[in-house]
């Protein structure tokens, strides 16, 4: 059993309890104990106080791209010009180096869980062996008719090594790239598969004004992306509403990211569907997308946040994506930090299926620890944590230590 303790221990429950000089008890990969340090070292021993530190679950970044970990080369300040820029980029695979360095940027901020998109399955190996939880969104595009078997075939096979890797650390999922990107033949079947394997399920949803115009009008950028790319495609293969009706009664766990032209009726669509929306505020505004409104959102559906890639992010700490967002809203901002950190641990843990995101017993002992000068002094202990953090001190994964920053 070892026991760690800190100045405030974030429990990040829904009432978000803090414990001030508490410690949580761990054995293996679970949680046994959580209270006032005191109590935990007469009851176990072994037992280390952290002064000035907080002490919280392990962050989670619901949605990235690790293969995306080479920011040259990309356009930003409009959807178009940047898609159009990946497109050059995409021949040239980033390296195993550039991975591993994005990475360890995430344990840096202190996050222990990547939900990670992979288009081609170039990141698996790093991932597999990053010593991080992973789910492991396998990414499925076909927009063409013509080649909806083959692009079928090769995501299957892609789907097949990955379960290979399937681990208690290692969770793969499925993610359909974007309605303007998967033909309907595709989703029905991806949606078949998801609920086969009652896993998680991502897509790119309403990111931009054009992918809005697409979907609703069948013109703008994507009319003309089509025209050079695939003439056959003269219109979207979706309305919204016929989009989102491809998930109903489904038992994944569904998210959508972005969601930034999203009405508040389509994202009531959602919750009824029992999906999540990931915000990812930087790379919103460097795509020329307006940001979500965060506490709109999130009254109405668990709204999380994420760093997305280096591609569109200038970087993967999560840390300053929570700060990002928390400048950017309009809402009040000592119970909007509270709802922020939630949002990175509890209600990411519950979005993506995992057992960790709470410091409860019997949960996974997936923790970070920072140090956070004066936390110790204030009763604003989220937004402390929020503006003063830097980088975690130590990042526990079902209660492996994975080396300090
Ligand atoms: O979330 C951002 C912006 N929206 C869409 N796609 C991506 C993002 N970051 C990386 N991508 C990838 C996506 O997974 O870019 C490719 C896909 O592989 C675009 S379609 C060729
Ligand atoms: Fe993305």
């Not at 949002?343 to 960790?356: S, W």
Request: aromatic fraction near 10%; include cysteine.
């Amino acid at each position: 059993m070892e026991v760690i303790g800190a100045s405030k221990v974030f429990v990040c429950d829904d009432a978000f309890c803090v414990l001030d000089n508490g410690a949580v008890a761990f054995e293996g990969a679970h949680i046994c104990d959580v209270g006032d340090f005191a109590t935990l070292q007469k009851r176990y021993g072994n037992a280390r106080f952290h002064d000035d530190c907080v002490l919280l679950p392990a962050l989670i970044n619901p949605h990235t791209h690790i293969e995306f970990s080479d920011s040259c080369g990309f356009v930003f300040g409009s959807f178009g010009a940047w898609l159009s820029s990946v497109f050059t980029q995409r021949q040239k695979p980033c390296s195993k180096e550039q991975m591993e360095s994005a990475l360890a940027s995430l344990r840096k901020s202190g996050v222990g869980c990547v939900g990670a998109i992979s288009s081609q399955g170039h990141d698996l190996d790093v991932l597999a062996c990053s010593n991080l939880r992973v789910v492991y969104f396998n990414e499925l595009i076909g927009s063409s008719h013509e080649g909806a078997e083959s692009a079928w075939e090769n995501f299957l096979q892609r789907v097949q090594t990955a379960d290979e890797y399937a681990s208690a650390t290692f969770h793969n999922a499925l993610a359909a790239h974007s309605p303007y990107s998967v033909v309907p033949k595709l989703l029905t079947r991806l949606v078949c598969e998801a609920n086969k394997r009652q896993c998680a399920l991502s897509v790119h949803f309403l990111e931009s004004l054009e992918e809005r115009q697409w979907l609703c009008e069948d013109s703008g950028f994507f009319k003309d992306f089509y025209a050079n790319f695939n003439p056959s495609n003269t219109q979207s293969f979706y309305r919204i509403e016929s989009f989102l009706e491809h998930f109903a009664n489904t038992k994944a766990r569904l998210l959508f990211v972005h969601c930034t032209q999203a009405s508040e009726s389509e994202l009531a669509h959602i919750a009824r569907l029992g999906g999540s929306v990931v915000s990812c505020p930087r790379s919103n505004r460097l795509l020329g997308g307006k940001m979500l409104g965060f506490k709109k959102t999130n009254a109405i559906l668990p709204c999380l946040i994420g760093t997305d890639s280096l591609a569109s992010n200038n970087s993967l700490n999560l840390l300053e994506e929570l700060r990002t967002a928390l400048f950017c809203a309009h809402a009040p901002i000592v119970p909007l930090s509270v709802a922020l950190v939630l949002a990175a641990t509890n209600n990411a843990a519950r979005a993506l299926g995992l057992d960790c995101g709470i410091l409860q017993n019997g949960k996974l002992a997936d923790m970070a620890l920072f140090h956070v000068p004066q936390i110790r002094h204030t009763h604003q202990e989220a937004l402390t944590f929020l503006l003063h953090a830097t980088y975690a001190q130590s990042l526990w994964v079902g209660g492996k230590e994975l080396g300090g920053n």
